[in-house]
Nanobody, 121 residues
């Protein structure tokens, strides 16, 4: 079964930067939207950023102007560049890939196992 492999998380000081990357372990066809979500302790998972196949992006208000999402359609990878990090950005970040439906299969979503991002001095 295809899984999403995430990398780039870690500990960083306030104002620092991190770059998260996500790549499927195998081939995923009919990829539509790709994105990143996060979940902090005691809170529900929330959208961080998404990007469509044509490059249209959507960001949460809390990260707009600081984070940048990008994708490589040839490699089916998605990345999240995080700048000017704040302690409130501390959370587990999850990669998501949405797969369009076809005559044979229903629409589906793939999720990464999550990578920890901690912003602290």
């Amino acid at each position: 079964q295809v899984q999403l492999v995430e990398s780039g998380g870690g500990l960083v000081q306030p104002g620092g930067s991190l770059r998260l990357s996500c790549a499927p372990s195998g081939i995923i066809s009919r990829i539509n939207r790709m994105g990143w979500y996060r979940q902090a302790p005691g809170k529900q998972r929330e959208l961080v950023a998404t990007i469509t196949s044509d490059g249209s992006t959507n960001y949460a208000d809390s990260v707009r102007g600081r984070f940048t999402i990008s994708r490589d359609n040839a490699k089916n990878t998605v990345a999240l560049q995080m700048n000017s990090l704040k302690p409130e950005d501390t959370a587990v970040y999850y990669c998501n890939i949405n797969r369009r439906s076809s005559f044979y299969d229903r629409e589906s979503d793939y999720w990464g196992q999550g990578t920890q991002v901690t912003v602290s001095s």
